[in-house]
């Protein structure tokens, strides 16, 4: 479809603003997980591990391109420029998900419960109304599927291990549960986009049913459930960000700046 | 710690069709066979499909000896039990069946000469 395409679908303006916000926190997420998933290229505790990783990183980033590419259908820029040419007042991702990896144990705690929560909003956008976007999470979905049984194993041999790796599992819960709600928002355009029939479910719904999910999983890696987390002060899903975001998107778009004009 | 066993070998068999075998890829370290199962996904079908894979810890393998040779031995003639003898049937079918056979020819292998003694019960009935 082209932008013209798009043009002549006769977008009501409502729909198509409430599109494009839905549109770029579902890639800014992926970009941005899959940016500092890909940080950890030849450092991850093992090399079996690293290369397993490093191709999850690269599906985040292959979602991410899916994504942009709609936006650009819808008369965004290009993909590339979205990626690296656009300031972090425009990145609508969880500020969760931009913030420094810190060790393994946050990795992939971090990891786990954002892919939990895409699993249930993909789930919610498998019926949308715009027919691309369905059709596209439907694919990703079965990519998804095998993140999560990558990280859960991980997950919970590290927080059953004892010893280091459990007060390290213990302590990532503690610093990414001070984040973790802001994954839940919908922005400012939450009603528009389930009152268009983009996203089944609002935040709410999106909570129930992912702590419906992460409980039996907390359950099992011997975790105590932090009750629910709390909502950071920056909503990213409005454009509200920590200085981590503007350091990763300068770090990503190193190599594009130096020479806009080249072609790849 | 020495014994303490965190990581083991697992060796990887990978099936690339469900026509196809299990076939030996390599090994890798994992923690557990759950994880050696994931891990083994993207470090040997990274670029290629597959339908089934199996990991099996290296010490649950039994091998042969590597340092008896007799365990192989082969000495004598054995070339009767190859089957070299088949690639001729090509040429000897291509051979009869090319040429047209006369009613004689057919009686003849109806009714061999060193056979005459054998009952035929079906042309016994006529």
New interface residues.
Partial sequence: MTMEQAAQMGLESGYRQALTALLYQLADDELCLGHRDSEWLGLAP????D??FS??AQDEVGHAVFYLERLHELGEKDPDSLAFFRGAEAWRNAVLLEQPNGDWARTILRHFLYDLFDDVRTEALLHSSYEPLAQGVAKIRREEH?HL??LK??LI?LARAGGDAQERMEQAVMEVWAQLGGLFSLGAEEEEMIHHGLIAWGREELYRRWEDRAKPVFAEAGLKWPGPPSVPEQDGRRGRHTDHLTELIRTMSEVAVGDPAARW | MADRRE?EVFEVFVRKKKTDAHVHVGS?????P??AL??A???FL?RENAVNLWVVPRGEIHETPCDEGDWFARELDRKYREVSGYSENGRLWKTYRERALYLEEIVQDLHPPSQGNRPRPRRERT
């Avoid at chain 1, 093992?46 to 591990?49: A, P, S």
Wanted: aromatic residues 10%; without cysteine.
């Fill in positions: 093992d090399i079996e591990g290369v397993a191709s999850i095998y049984l990558h194993p991980w041999r | 990581y890798l370290n994992a923690p557990s759950d994880i994931t891990t996904r993207e470090n990274r």
